[in-house]
């Protein structure tokens, strides 16, 4: 997994959030500090869970002018659906070819449903020098990160 102090590795993918674009990580610093939530699924209850926690939150992540994007091996397509269904008021990146998980070193395997390098739970936060400055991730997948911790670390990342 990357660590504190390595540099994010930059990535291009399908940004969900009601149309389709393009996200470039490295082309959105300037929202720093950037809070990458990547999750397992769409539509699996801890998931569900977590992206509408991180929604009823997301006025404390405004406060700081900090940036949530969940992230997830999901299409685009799938992820818009999944955002109206839930209200969701972030960008979601659909990382389908697995890129994303890869390189920041967060995909396991389902292997007892057949599902490959999926994204495990875990956030990354990237200061506006494409720095990362927070990382949490667990093995499993039914945990949460601690919304608080999160929420603290994205304040100190502002530079």
Known sequence: MVSVGDTAPDFTVPLAHGSIDSFTLSERLNEAPLVLAFFPAAFTPTCTTEM???????????????????????????????????????????????????????????????????????????????????TWVSDDPGAEPDYDTVARAADEARV
Do not use: H, Q, W
């Open 52 to 134: 509408c926690t991180f929604r009823d939150r997301l006025s404390e992540f405004e406060a700081i002018d900090a940036t949530v994007y969940g992230v997830s091996i999901d299409t685009p397509f799938t992820l818009n659906e999944f955002r109206e269904r839930n209200g969701l008021n972030f960008g979601l990146l659909g990382d389908s070819n697995r890129e994303v998980v890869d390189a920041y070193g967060v995909s396991m395997d389902f292997a007892a449903y057949g599902v490959d390098r999926v994204a495990k739970r875990a956030v990354v936060i990237v200061n506006a020098d494409g720095t990362v400055t927070y």
